[in-house]
T-cell receptor, first 113, second 116 residues
Framework: AQSVTQLGSHVSVSEGALVLLRCNYSSSVPPYLFWYVQYPNQGLQLLLKYTTGATLVKGINGFEAEFKKSETSFHLTKPSAHMSDAAEYFCAVKNSGNTPLVFGKGTRLSVIA | KAGVTQTPRYLIKTRGQQVTLSCSPISGHRSVSWYQQTPGQGLQFLFEYFSETQRNKGNFPGRFSGRQFSNSRSEMNVSTLELGDSALYLC???????????????FGPGTRLLVL
């Protein structure tokens, strides 16, 4: 069965600092990997996804993630945090088109001025 | 295109009652999935409907049910509500193409259900 582990339920960074949110997955077949962001009282918005091809994926709002098969990781990064990045971030995995998304527990990102 | 819409946005019910939540997918999307989000359990998959048929089901009791109409709109129903059913219920739609595709699920704003 597929699963997702997000290390750190809460990450705090200073404005302008590097953002690094960690995600490790387990999957018996090559996975599809997603990062979603959730702002308070809203649904989830897709930041980026990896399907096939280039392992470094660029998303919206300056975020990017790198698929590392050998480490079974898909960490999310952003070079410089902005106050508006404060939100909850979810990593998710799926194995095929007809299987459901499996989400990690989420990481709450706080940005300190 | 309009996004995924969910109604109502907020709902308060008492234990033992039943509730029906509605989801309208993005135009052209044929797959609708439902998720329950709670602080303790996170995001958990309830079920997925495609072309009016349930294609996948999560590990929830039979009190949780759903259906999809011919226009792809979906409803989920929870009968005999329990306090633990208090949660944010999220609906997501996608094109629904079959096979090994990494198609994106687009989420609605959710319905926040409070059971007293």
């Amino acid at each position: 069965a597929q699963s997702v582990t997000q290390l750190g339920s809460h990450v705090s960074v200073s404005e302008g600092a590097l953002v690094l949110l960690r995600c490790n997955y387990s999957s018996s077949v090559p996975p599809y990997l997603f990062w979603y962001v959730q702002y308070p009282n809203q649904g989830l918005q897709l930041l980026l996804k990896y399907t096939t091809g280039a392992t470094l994926v660029k998303g919206i709002n300056g975020f990017e993630a790198e698929f590392k098969k050998s480490e079974t990781s898909f960490h999310l990064t952003k070079p410089s945090a902005h106050m508006s990045d404060a939100a909850e971030y979810f990593c998710a995995v799926k194995n095929s088109g007809n299987t459901p998304l499996v989400f990690g527990k989420g990481t709450r990102l706080s940005v300190i001025a | 295109k309009a996004g995924v819409t969910q109604t109502p946005r907020y709902l308060i019910k008492t234990r033992g009652q039943q509730v029906t939540l509605s989801c309208s997918p993005i135009s052209g999307h044929r797959s609708v999935s439902w998720y329950q989000q709670t602080p303790g359990q996170g995001l958990q998959f309830l079920f997925e409907y495609f072309s009016e048929t349930q294609r996948n089901k999560g590990n929830f009791p039979g009190r949780f049910s759903g259906r999809q109409f011919s226009n792809s709109r979906s409803e989920m129903n929870v009968s005999t509500l329990e306090l633990g059913d208090s949660a944010l219920y999220l609906c997501a739609s996608s094109l629904g193409t079959s096979g090994r595709t990494g198609e994106t699920q687009y989420f609605g704003p959710g319905t926040r259900l409070l059971v007293l």
